[in-house]
């Protein structure tokens, strides 16, 4: 099978920065699309940033200029630096992937989640 193990998380005081990294594993043929999404308290989970394997990117309005995704493709890892953070950036991240699964196909996998709190 596969999984996505997420880290990086944790508590930032407004404007500090935090790396998220997601990590895929198991029969892994290749990746498609890696994404970062976000949910916060009483909200629906929400795109934050998108790297297809074309090397296409998107962010959300709200985290342009801010944030920034990158792949390692060796690794099968996707980040996410978060910079200038403010407190609305506060919720859980969950990191997404399009996988093509030998002997299985294409589905899409979810991490965890972690948690990035924004202090003001």
């Known amino acids: 099978q596969v999984q996505l193990v997420e880290s990086g998380g944790g508590l930032v005081q407004a404007e500090g920065s935090l790396r998220l990294s997601c990590a895929a594993s198991?029969?892994?043929?290749?990746?498609?699309?890696m994404g970062w999404y976000r949910q916060a308290p009483g909200k629906q989970r929400e795109l934050v940033a998108l790297d297809t394997s074309g090397g296409s990117t998107n962010y959300a309005d709200s985290v342009k200029g801010r944030f920034t995704i990158s792949r390692d493709n060796a690794k099968n890892t996707v980040y996410l630096q978060m910079n200038s953070l403010k407190p609305e950036d506060t919720a859980v991240y969950y990191c997404?992937?399009?996988?093509?699964?030998?002997?299985?196909?294409?589905?899409?996998?979810w991490g965890q989640g972690t948690q990035v709190t924004v202090s003001s």
């Open positions: 198991g029969s892994i043929f290749s990746i498609s699309a």
């Open positions: 997404s992937a399009r996988i093509i699964v030998l002997h299985t196909g294409v589905k899409d996998y």
